[in-house]
C-alpha cells in the first residue's frame, strides 16, 4: 500500500512543474524547402502564446515519443543565455532567433 501511494504522490508531483498543452496535433511528413530534408511525421502541441507547455520545453516530457524537453521556458532565467554573443533578429511575426554555426535560425524564448 506504501509504494502505491509513494507512486502517486511522485506522478502528482511532477505534474505541478511541467505542464503540457493537452491540445495536441498530427503533423504529416514534409520536406524542408530552405534545407531539402525530409521532417518525419510527429506529434505537437497546438500554437499559443507560450512556449511552457510545449513538447520540447524543460521540464516537460512527450507523451508520445516519452523525449524529454530541452529548450528554455519563456521568462525564464536560462532564457537570457541563450544566443548568448550572437546577433538577434526578429522576424516578420514577431519571433526573435539567431542563426547557429550551419545557419538554420534559433528561436529565442521571450525574455
Known amino acids: 500500500m ?12 511532477g505534474s ?4 503540457v498543452n493537452p491540445n495536441s496535433r498530427y503533423q504529416k511528413g514534409y520536406l524542408k524547402k530552405s534545407t531539402g530534408t525530409y521532417v ?11 512556449n511552457h507547455d510545449n513538447y ?5 516530457t512527450n507523451t508520445y515519443t516519452g523525449s524529454k524537453g530541452y529548450k528554455a521556458r519563456d521568462y525564464s532565467p536560462d532564457a ?8 538577434i533578429r526578429t522576424g516578420s511575426k514577431g519571433g ?3 542563426n547557429n554555426s550551419k545557419g538554420n535560425k534559433v528561436y529565442v524564448p521571450k525574455k
Open 2 to 13: 506504501n509504494i502505491k501511494l509513494f507512486i502517486l504522490l511522485f506522478i502528482w508531483t
Open 16 to 19: 505541478l512543474f511541467a505542464q
Open 40 to 50: 518525419n511525421p510527429h506529434y505537437k502541441t497546438q500554437k499559443n502564446k507560450t
Open 56 to 60: 520540447s520545453t524543460k521540464p516537460n
Open 80 to 87: 537570457y543565455n541563450y544566443g548568448k554573443g550572437k546577433i
Open 96 to 98: 526573435q532567433y539567431y
